[in-house]
């Protein structure tokens, strides 16, 4: 180990895959990156970006795995060990795409699949052996054996482990790649959950803050597979949003949801924001009447005005934001986005891409990062965003041999 570390480490730069598996569970994003340095003076470039896409058996299997009611021990042992399996597939098809064999990855680094999030002692405290903790599934050793590279993960626990909630984690990434001397940005990432960093004209690490907005296209999928009878598992474009109408009376009674009126730091997920949460309001929005796009285009709304809410209540007050930079598959969803535009008439709502950054690959590309810093033994938590005591090294290593 000592001569592989050490010959990585003296190279100019490494090459990485980062592999990112969101609360959507729509697949595993896998980005090939290059990146010379590191800390938050890393240079980096995206060779490649690959997407695998879950077929719906699987994705009925993990939303079974988060369910404290439908999951057993046995499934989440046996998944641990396919989700590897999965995550390898995708690694070798990242580097193939990019032209480049397996060998030349220096490092993979993966995030796993969260199947469940407890970040603070409240929920912890139902089961008298609860504590705050994570899970993350997709074995390292598992992964490293099948791809022959050394691997790296789980990341979460060690921010947990010195007080942190574990996430949001990709404020560090968003500080390096959005980060501007002149202009203050909100990056805000629509995956399953929404989460934001903010990142004042010139931020300091030690000046990011970050938390989970709430629900991003989590309950908007859902909608439209329950909706389509499972033909279709997202709103392409949002469509179907831009046919309907909100339903501004319950559009109301779902805003009060207790989540938004906790301060940051705060985290959320499929726990809260869930397939159960999902089907409880389609029965109430069928039994008024609403028709599908109705039900779809209220739940984009919904997702649309919990950001814009979060910020005026926690970030616009005290920042000079100019700009909302979108990443994930939000970005796509081009009604999400209008009524984003029209919430924050004081903020340009931009796309990643329209920086120079992958709308989908952002996320991977920051637990490349992460990687990287582990290899260099640097920090790669921001306390101010996750609310941990100090900073920390996170991830685990697993070697192929």
């Not at 999951?71 to 998944?79: L, N, W």
């Not at 995708?90 to 480049?100: F, M, Q, T, V």
């Not at 279709?232 to 109408?245: F, P």
Request: glycine content about 10%; proline content about 5%; aromatic content about 6%.
């Amino acid at each position: 180990m000592i001569h592989w570390l050490q010959a990585a480490l003296h190279k100019p730069e490494r090459l990485i895959v980062g592999l990112m598996s969101g609360t959507s569970l729509d697949g595993i994003d896998a980005a090939v990156v290059r990146i010379a340095g590191s800390g938050l003076d890393s240079r980096i470039e995206l060779v490649h970006y690959h997407s695998v896409r879950y077929e719906e058996p699987l994705r009925e299997k993990l939303k079974r795995l988060c369910s404290p009611d439908h999951s057993s021990t046995p499934d989440v042992c046996a998944m641990n060990f396919y989700m590897a399996e999965r995550f390898a597939e995708a690694a070798r098809e990242a580097a193939a795409a990019a032209g480049l064999r397996l060998e030349d990855i220096d490092l993979i680094s993966s995030h796993g699949q969260t199947i469940w999030h407890i970040p603070v002692a409240a929920e912890a405290a139902v089961d008298p052996f609860g504590v705050r903790s994570t899970l993350q599934i997709g074995d390292l050793s598992v992964l490293a054996k099948l791809t022959g590279r050394p691997v790296a993960g789980d990341y979460r626990t060690a921010d947990m482990a010195v007080g942190g909630q574990g996430a949001p984690l990709t404020p560090y990434g968003d500080l390096i790649l959005f980060r501007d001397e002149h202009v203050g940005r909100i990056a805000q990432n629509i995956g399953g959950i929404g989460n934001c960093a903010v990142l004042p004209a010139g931020a300091k690490p030690e000046q990011v803050t970050a938390f989970d907005t709430g629900p991003g296209n989590m309950l908007i999928d859902q909608a439209v597979l329950e909706l389509t009878d499972g033909r279709l598992t997202y709103d392409a474009d949002g469509a179907w949003a831009a046919a309907g109408r909100p339903d501004e009376a319950l559009l109301g009674e779902m805003l009060s949801h207790p989540y938004f009126a906790l301060e940051p730091v705060k985290t959320t997920g499929r726990e809260l924001f869930g397939k159960a949460y999902a089907n409880a309001w389609m029965s109430r929005m069928r039994a008024a009447g609403l028709q599908p796009e109705d039900i779809v285009a209220t739940f984009t709304a919904f997702t649309a005005r919990s950001i814009a809410q979060s910020y005026r209540d926690f970030v616009l007050p005290g920042q000079a934001i100019a700009e909302v930079v979108v990443s994930g598959g939000g970005a796509h969803n081009r009604t999400l986005l209008r009524m984003l535009g029209d919430l924050l008439p004081g903020q340009r709502v931009r796309t990643a891409a329209s920086l120079g950054v992958s709308d989908d690959a952002k996320e991977a590309i920051c637990f490349a990062v992460f990687g990287n810093n582990l290899l260099h033994g640097e920090p790669n938590n921001l306390p101010s965003a996750t609310g941990a005591a100090r900073q920390t090294v996170m991830g685990k290593l697993a070697l192929p041999e």
